[in-house]
Structure formats: C-alpha cells, structure tokens
C-alpha cells in the first residue's frame, strides 16, 4: 500500500507561480513512476508530468517550459513547480504512484489539490 498527501494547491493570479508537494509512505521502495494529473470541470483527468524512479521525466506538451516535476528522495516527495500559470491550468491536481510487476499494475491517487489561476 502507498499513501499519498498533496499539498501546495491555491489561488494565484495568471503569470503566477505555485509549488506542489506530494508525499508519499508505506511501500514506496516498490514505486517506480511518480505523475501529476489533473482534471478540470467537465473535463477528463489528464498526464500533466510524471517521474521515473532513475529521475527521467515526460511533461504534456501543454505544460512544457513552464512546470518542472523533481522529487527528493530523502523525503520520500514529489513536487510540481508550476510557473507562467495561465486561467487553463485551473484544475484539481492529483499526485499518483504506480507500481508495476510482471503480474499486474497498481495505481495510487492522493486526494487532489485545487489550483486556482485567475485571469
């Protein structure tokens, strides 16, 4: 099992800047892709960037050039820094872990954080 906490989602004004965090627990030794989606009303969730467990990323063109995934290992987080943002990037934000075996794939969502872009 792997527990997931978001944190860092808000109000800002478009040109504006936020940071999320994600931490994880319980079986993280067993991740080995770390992604933030995001889903805005009436809209289906959708990849905004994700992380290999050897730290190569992948960023939706939407978002290429303005938001950067990283993670810190020691801390067992992900983060999305988010810069340039635009009234579009208004979403709830998920962070989700997944774990792949030879046998399955098991997916792990936090609880989301909404971010706010005001025009």
């Known amino acids: 099992q792997v527990q997931l906490v978001e944190s860092g989602g808000g109000l800002v004004r478009a040109g504006g800047s936020l940071r999320l965090s994600c931490a994880a627990s319980?079986?993280?030794?067993?991740?080995?892709?770390m992604a933030w989606y995001r889903q805005a009303p009436g809209k289906q969730r959708e990849l905004v960037a994700d992380?290999?467990?050897?730290?190569?990323?992948n960023y939706a063109d939407f978002v290429k050039g303005r938001f950067t995934i990283s993670r810190d290992n020691v801390k067992n987080t992900v983060y999305l820094q988010m810069n340039s943002l635009k009234a579009e990037d208004t979403a709830v934000y998920y962070c989700?872990?997944?774990?792949?075996?030879?046998?399955?794939?098991?997916?792990?969502w936090g609880q989301g954080t909404q971010v706010t872009v005001s025009s």
């Open positions: 992380i290999t467990s050897g730290d190569t990323s």
């Open positions: 989700n872990a997944r774990i792949s075996t030879m046998w399955r794939i098991l997916d792990y």
């Open positions: 319980g079986t993280i030794g067993s991740i080995n892709v």
